[in-house]
T-cell receptor, first 113, second 117 residues
């Protein structure tokens, strides 16, 4: 039972354009969402998060949007850079069990020149 | 500030053996969580330790166990290894507030790659 789904295993974007990574969830108890980036042979690196009381959070080139009614969140990267090429995971947690993150299966982003 | 340190980085074991993995959290962090990453499964939560006590547990069999020491270092043990236990095992540390995710997320180590043959 995959409670957090990233339906696109891969995405290719040209440098300078916008990258949009999508994530859907089924558990209505999730109240906090995170995005992580992962390079091979390294642990995930935290990028940005959003609480369920917000619908948008921005940090530099990264913006996360949350649509609670659709149980959907997305990560926008603008502009995309070659160094952004990595696997991106979305994750979610429930109130009261903040340390237990449920991850999606990841989307591999390739930023081409 | 040192990050999360996991040892060893790579490990090869035989079916039926047991294995112990180690995780040293960031100094001052009292919570250590463990995750298993396998191809196609993403990262799956194993358990979390806080102040030497298991505080959260995922849906893994009892062959997977852990502990935490007074200095917050944590070990994870897998007994009677199976081929399907081959995975990247990651630990993450945080200060340990249970009711909310810290605004810095959780800091992961680089993981231990376990191969069971």
């Amino acid at each position: 039972d995959q409670q957090v789904k990233q339906n696109s295993p891969s995405l290719s974007v040209q440098e300078g354009r916008i990258s949009i990574l999508n994530c859907d969830y089924t558990n209505s108890m999730f109240d906090y969402f995170l995005w992580y980036k992962k390079y091979p042979a390294e642990g995930p690196t935290f990028l940005i998060s959003i609480s369920s009381i917000k619908d948008k959070n921005e940090d530099g080139r990264f913006t996360v949007f949350l649509n609670k009614s659709a149980k959907h969140l997305s990560l926008h990267i603008v502009p995309s850079q070659p160094g952004d090429s990595a696997v991106y995971f979305c994750a979610a947690s429930e109130a009261g069990t903040a340390s237990k993150l449920t991850f999606g299966t990841g989307t591999r982003l390739q930023v081409t020149l | 500030k040192a990050g999360v340190t996991q040892t060893p980085r790579y490990l090869i074991k035989t079916r039926g053996q047991q294995v112990t993995l180690s995780c040293s959290p960031i100094s001052g962090h009292r919570s250590v969580s463990w995750y298993q990453q396998t191809p196609g499964q993403g990262l799956q939560f194993l358990f979390e330790y806080f102040s030497e006590t298991q505080r959260n547990k995922g849906n893994f069999p009892g062959r997977f166990s852990g502990r935490q020491f007074s200095n917050s270092r944590s070990e994870m043990n897998v007994s009677t290894l199976e081929l399907g236990d081959s995975a990247l095992y990651l630990c993450a540390s945080s200060l340990g507030t249970i009711d909310r995710v810290p605004n810095y997320g959780y800091t992961f180590g680089s993981g231990t790659r376990l191969t069971v043959v």
